[in-house]
């Protein structure tokens, strides 16, 4: 009897044999299985191959629409044409407080709307003209952002030189982000230039004032609020006795932002994207930092002992109480859904921190997740998928829309946890179907109320009557030629 690691070599090398010579050495090297035994086992961080299908974003839209995007009281320009800042408005979900348009901007689409005369010409003349407009529109506005597009760094406009023109003129911060999206290889390195602008506009611009600290204050980053998410993690830690002086950029400010280098402890939600400030951080002002899981309740029991440990006797005591305070909550939620989930597959394919974040929850249901991988991770976040995983797991990075429908049709998995882009054609091929990019409007996932939310949403998704009801419309037409 073959083990399932054989078994899953097996089916890798048979989903590849589709491609040709080149394209097939280069995609083996980002399909691997687990190995407790083997560390980065696994490519990644590369170019995806052209002509297949891949679900990976841009630099802009990692600078944009990840990190940049959120902060409320700052207006984000997307500096080229209208399309760019159309679609990364809105989509993630990026809840926050504030009246829109008043103080707060973080669903507007603000755009310099490139025509063909602003390409042989350049924008510079345009975006200064818009700065002035927006100072003029919306006073309440705390700073700008210019998100540059691909056209921008392809026609060399000076956005450097309009920003700090701006700023002198309106005195308030003017970041320009040399984000344009034809950089690196996936939205990675967007979250790196973003880093590196928040680094050197904001966080390292900090001006000395009055601050009264305590020993207790800390830094929540890289929780972009998605459905609420970090307000269910801030008051798990206010609760344990620490103070949020710094939260972003989910719900942030600007003045939290410049707050951070005040914190005692940095708290990463999303290491991949927020991984390089962290460190920056760590280096000069020396604040540790560490990563923590707020997904289901044994992830939480675990970070919120691992974050308490940070700090004295006191705030380790109230850690201890909130977790055993919670027990009773969400012991009833597993004993609801676990019987309706018990020993149900998944397979998860998603960006950020979720394809090893998310597994714990998973299995707190009695649910097992057979496959997983990142759209744009690098061998750090492999490595720390590994202790999460089980042996012999299905691991893949940047997966083709080719192969992970062949992955899915040969495990047969129960549930699948994707984006949008794969959401509809597992649909159509009747599969049970989360979007987990910014959980199909739902949400939040986070903290002991999250779970009873992310336990009824898989229920209520996997034991939906209407997939033993649908057939997708290939097969259809397969049955249909067969009858005819």
Known sequence: MTSIKEQNEKMIEEVLEVYPAAAKAD?????????????????????????????????????????????????????????????????????????????????????????????VFGGDKKLATLITELETLFPLSKGISIQSECPVGLIGDDIEAVAKEAQAATGKVVVPVRCEGFRGVSQSLGHHIANDAIRDKIIDNRKEDEFEGTPYDVALIGDYNIGGDAWSTRLLLEEIGLRVISQWSGDGTLSEMELNSKAKLNLVHCYRSVNYIARHMEEKYQIPWMEFNFFGPTKIAESLTAIAAKFDETVQEKAKKVIAGYEEQWAAVVAKYKPRLQGKKVMLYVGGLRPRHVIGAYEDLGMEVVGTGYEFGHNDDYDRTQPDVKDATLIYDDVTGYEFEEFVKKIQPDLIGSGVKEKYIFQKMGIPFRQMHSWDYSGPYHGYDGFDIFARDMDMTLNNPCWDKMTAPWLAQDELKKTA
């Open 27 to 119: 995609r083996a090297k980002h399909l691997s299985t687990s190995d407790s035994s083997c560390s980065s086992c696994i490519t990644s961080n590369r170019k995806s191959q052209p002509g297949v299908m891949t679900a990976r974003g841009c630099a802009y839209a990692g600078s944009k629409g990840v990190v940049f995007g959120p902060i409320k009281d700052m207006i984000h320009v997307s500096h080229g044409p209208v399309g760019c800042g159309q679609y990364s408005r809105a989509g993630r979900r990026n809840y926050y407080t504030g009246k829109t348009g008043v103080n707060t901007f973080g669903t507007m689409n603000f755009t310099s709307d490139f025509q063909e005369k602003d390409i």
